[in-house]
């Protein structure tokens, strides 16, 4: 495997905040990426409902931190700065815009809008994040369990027990 080297004098990509005028080339990267990425584990029904909540990691920013060895330890980060509900929504939402990215990958999908989350109140202090680990032998079953989280004919509402801290 041959690793791309980031050179500090000549950067290889320029980051710059995408304009009107970057919607048609952020659609045509979007339209190329998720079924590549997805496209054996998703089906395409599943990639339209769930994309809106996609959760990215920008691979531009992981290449650059593997080139220096930096370790970026985020739960680390996050309990340093005693970030509020707000901040953690704030820096959620930078994770699912791609368009803020020079290289973004799906990695999971955010779960804040669900009918489990938001009617059970189990996260109502998180942003909840679906995942699916690349070592599973059951996609099928987390793909399932995923559909289930979203599936508006269920009360979840059940689930909610004030008198249990989650």
Known sequence: MQ???YNKETPMFTIRKATLADIEVIRTLAA????????HI???EQIEKYEPYFYYVDMDIVRAQEEED?????????????LTLEEIHEL???????????????????????PFATESHSYDDLVPVFGISVTTQRVDT???FLDY???DTVDFSLAHDEATPY
Do not use: E
């Open 92 to 114: 959620a939402a930078t994770r699912m815009d791609p368009s803020t990215m020079g290289d973004p990958v799906p990695v999971g999908i955010v779960m804040t809008d669900s």
């Open 70 to 82: 930096v370790i970026v330890d985020t739960d680390a980060i996050a309990a340093k700065g005693n």
């Open 149 to 151: 989280l979203w599936d």
């Open 3 to 5: 690793k791309t080297h």
């Open 42 to 44: 998703l089906t395409p």
């Open 32 to 39: 190329q990426t998720f079924p590549a990425t997805y496209q």
């Open 142 to 144: 987390c793909l399932q």
